[in-house]
C-alpha cells in the first residue's frame, strides 16, 4: 500500500488550516485525489474535516449555507466541473446575495487525454469542456473565483480563497482544479501558519458618539432591522438598546432573520409602518432595503445605517438614503453605541413616556393579530393564518422555521409564533428549490431543536426533493415540512392579474402561469419511510401536527400537505 502525498492531501490539508467541518459533495469522476485523502485521514484517523455526500449539486450548497448561517462557520463545496457548477449555481447565487462565505470547488481536464501514459477519461474532450474554464461561468455569482494555477500554489491559494470568503463583505469563492494537478506531488509547508480568523473593523468612535447623541435629542427614533439577528448577539444588542431609549422596532419586508421579540413592548410588525414619515432618526441595522422604492424613505428623518457592508455589489438598484454609515462590525458597533448612551445618562421621564406609547402601539398591533387568528380558527377550512396559529399552538416554543413561500410570506412572519433568536431563516433570493436543502443543513447545525421547513407548493416543486428525502433519511437530518399548499403558482396569477386588472383572465379569476401539477405531496416520503399526512380540514390539523411532531423528534422526517383556502391566503 502506498501513501500518496498529491494535490487531494493538499486540497484536504487547506481545508483543515481553514478549520472547516464539511466538505458538502455532489462529486464527478475528477476527486479520486481528495478521495484517497479522506481514506487516509480515516485509516489515520487524522483530525479534518467530514466528507459529506448528496445527490444534487445545489442541495450540497444550500447544506453548506444552512449550516454556516447557524454556526458562523464557513464550509466547502465540492461539485463535478461546469456542468455541476451550472446546476449548484442557483445556490451559489443565494449564498452571494446572503453573504454566506464558503468555499466551492469543481475539476477539469487541461490535457484531454493527448498526454502519454494519463488518461483523465474521455469524457473530458467529448463533452465536459468549458470555453473560458469552469471559472468563466460564476465570476458574476461568487465574490472571486479563479483556476488553480499550479501544484505548487494550489494549498495556498486555497487558503487565501477562503480567507478571502471571510472578508467584508462575506461570500462564496470559486477554484476550478484540474485533474492534473491533483495527481502532481506536493510537498506540504514546513511551518504552517494557524490561519487567524477574520477582523472585524469598527467605525470611528467619534462618529459613534456622534449618533449617541442623535438618539438622546431626538423626538422620535426609530429602528428598521433586517438581518441584525443572524448573530444572536445582535439580536439581544438591538433589544438593549430598544429597551434603554423606548425605540420602536420594526422589521424589513426582506428579513432573513426574526431580529427582535415579536412579544417585547417595542416591536412594531413588519413592512413600512406609517410612524416612520414621523420620526426623527431612523436606524436601519443591516438593511439593504429598509423601504421600497428607496425613494419613499421617511422624509423627516436622519438616516443612520449601521452595517459592515452597506452597498452590495450583487444590488442593480440599492439607494440607502442614509446621512450617516456606521460602517465595520454592526453587533460591535451597537454594543459600543448602548455603552456611550449609558455613559452620557437617558431622561427617564421621556423614556417613560416613549414607552408607554409604543406598548400601548404594540398592543394594538397584537390584538388585532389575535382577533384575525381567532376568527381563522372558528372555520372549517384552514387559512395560512389558521395555519400558522395551529403551529405557534402545537410546535415547541425552541422550533427553527426555514421559509420558502412567496403568496404567504407576510402572513408566515405576521402569524408564526417564531420565538427567540436564530428561529426564523429565509434566505433573500429570487431562486426557489432551496428550502429543504436550508432545512438539512440548519439540522445539521442545530440536531437539538425542531427544523421546520415552511414551504409553498409551487416552492416544494422546484426542490430536490427525492434527493433532499434520501439525504435527510442517510445522515439523520429529521426535519418537518409543512406545505402551504394553495394549488398553483399563486405568485405568478396575482402578478398577471395586477397587470391586466380589466383582462379577460382576472374577469374569469384564470392565468395559465397559476397551473402546478395536482399530486399529494405527502405520499413522497412513503418509500423512505417517512409519515406523510394531507390535510384539508382544521379539525384534522391538531392531530396531524401532533404525529408529525412525534415521528420527527423520533427521528424520522415528516411531511404535511395542508390544502389552504386559497381566497383566504389571496387576502
Known sequence: MKNYMDGGEAIVEAFRRLDIDYVMASPGSEWGSVWEAFARQAKERSKGPEYLSCAHETLAVNLAMGYTAFTGRMQAVMLHTGVGLLQGSMGIDAANRAGLPMVVVSGESQTYSEQGGFEPGPQWHGVLSVVGGPSSLVDRITKWSQPVSSPHTLHEQLIRAGEMAQRSPPGPVYMSIPIETMLHGWTPPQNPRKVPPAPKPAPPSTDIEAVADMLLTSKAPAIVAESIGRDPAGYAATIELADLLAIPVSECR??????????????????????????????????????????????????????????????????????????????????????????????????????????????????????????????????????????????????????????????????????????????????????????????????????????GDGSFMYNPVVQSLALSKHRDLPVLIVIFNN?????????????????????HNTSVGHTITDLDYSELGSPFGFYGCRVDKLSDLPAALKKARQEVEGGTTAILNVILDDAAGSN
Open 254 to 455: 426582506w428579513l432573513d432573520f426574526t431580529n427582535f421579540p415579536k412579544d417585547h413592548p417595542m416591536y412594531q410588525g413588519m413592512g413600512e409602518p406609517e410612524y416612520l414619515h414621523d420620526s426623527d432618526v431612523v436606524l436601519t441595522l443591516r438593511a439593504r432595503a429598509p423601504w421600497t422604492p428607496p425613494s419613499a424613505k421617511p422624509a423627516k428623518a436622519k438616516i443612520v445605517n449601521i452595517d459592515e457592508t452597506p452597498f452590495r455589489p450583487h444590488m442593480v438598484h440599492q439607494s440607502l438614503q442614509a446621512d450617516i454609515f456606521l460602517e465595520g462590525d454592526a453587533v460591535a458597533t451597537l454594543k459600543s453605541l448602548v455603552a456611550v448612551i449609558r455613559e452620557k445618562g437617558v431622561d427617564a421621564a421621556v423614556v417613560a413616556s416613549r414607552f408607554r406609547k409604543w406598548s400601548a402601539a404594540h398592543d394594538n398591533l397584537v390584538a388585532g393579530k389575535k382577533s384575525l387568528e381567532h376568527a381563522s380558527l372558528a372555520k372549517n377550512t384552514i387559512t395560512p393564518v389558521g395555519l400558522c396559529a395551529m403551529l405557534g399552538n402545537i410546535l415547541p416554543d425552541d422550533s427553527v422555521y426555514i421559509d420558502e413561500t412567496i403568496t404567504h410570506r407576510p402572513i408566515i412572519v405576521r402569524h408564526l409564533a417564531f420565538q427567540g433568536p436564530q428561529s426564523f431563516f429565509s434566505v433573500p433570493s429570487g431562486g426557489l428549490g432551496q428550502g429543504l436543502g436550508l432545512a438539512l443543513g440548519t439540522k445539521l447545525a442545530m440536531r437539538d431543536r425542531l427544523v421546520v421547513s415552511v414551504i
Open 487 to 507: 394549488g398553483g403558482y399563486s405568485a405568478m396569477r396575482k402578478e398577471h392579474h395586477t397587470y391586466y386588472p380589466d383582462g379577460v383572465a382576472a374577469e
